[in-house]
T-cell receptor, first 112, second 111 residues
Framework: GDSVTQMEGPVTLSEEAFLTINCTYTATGYPSLFWYVQYPGEGLQLLLKATKADDKGSNKGFEATYRKETTSFHLEKGSVQVSDSAVYFCALRDPGGFKTIFGAGTRLFVKA | DGGITQSPKYLFRKEGQNVTLSCEQNLNHDAMYWYRQDPGQGLRLIYYSQIVNDFQKGDIAEGYSVSREKKESFPLTVTSAQKNPTAFYLC??????????FGSGTRLTVV
């Protein structure tokens, strides 16, 4: 079945460092791909999405490119801030489907 | 503003009690979902509903029940059959093919 694998955390960075969180997927069709962010004690928020190969999703300085050839959707940010400390979830959804498959989440700590 | 409202934010359950978690959305979304999140863990799907008066079991439905009598509402009941209910419960909604909108969650603790 479809699945999402993301790098284990926690990831600890200093402020203004470059961030990469790896995400790879397995799917039989052509899924839409998402990154969600969860701040402590809150629900998840949609951060960005991409619906087809080579699409780049971006929001709040975060970017991820849908790479079909490597089945990847890595999350990147050029300069992280303390306020980016959260748990990040990669997810996929089949087009026309109602269910989303989530990765296990990667916790990010950013030190001042 | 449109969104999803979960209540209560914190809930305490005694052994053998049933408790109901509320989830209401005003986004006009067709589909609604319930997830369970344990500390340091990912999300596990409990139940989901694509349309009113219809719902399907997710990966961990045992000990839980739901109803979908209105498009806006998808309450979750944690029954006494659920032996380890302490967790963070998240409700979400979506339109087909789009990302989810999540509520702010209910933290359930057994006392």
């Amino acid at each position: 079945g479809d699945s999402v694998t993301q790098m284990e955390g926690p990831v600890t960075l200093s402020e203004e460092a470059f961030l990469t969180i790896n995400c790879t997927y397995t799917a039989t069709g052509y899924p839409s791909l998402f990154w969600y962010v969860q701040y402590p004690g809150e629900g998840l928020q949609l951060l960005l999405k991409a619906t087809k190969a080579d699409d780049k999703g971006s929001n709040k300085g975060f970017e991820a490119t849908y790479r079909k050839e490597t089945t990847s959707f890595h999350l990147e940010k050029g300069s992280v801030q303390v306020s980016d400390s959260a748990v990040y979830f990669c997810a996929l959804r089949d087009p026309g489907g109602f269910k989303t498959i989530f990765g296990a989440g990667t916790r990010l700590f950013v030190k001042a | 503003d449109g969104g999803i409202t979960q209540s209560p934010k914190y809930l305490f359950r005694k052994e053998g009690q049933n408790v109901t978690l509320s989830c209401e959305q005003n986004l006009n979304h067709d589909a609604m979902y319930w997830y369970r999140q344990d500390p340091g863990q990912g999300l596990r799907l409990i139940y989901y509903s694509q349309i009113v008066n219809d719902f399907q079991k997710g990966d961990i439905a045992e000990g839980y029940s739901v109803s979908r009598e209105k498009k806006e509402s998808f309450p979750l009941t944690v029954t006494s059959a659920q032996k380890n209910p302490t967790a963070f419960y998240l409700c979400a909604s979506s339109t087909q093919g789009y990302g989810y909108t999540f509520g702010s969650g209910t933290r359930l603790t057994v006392v």
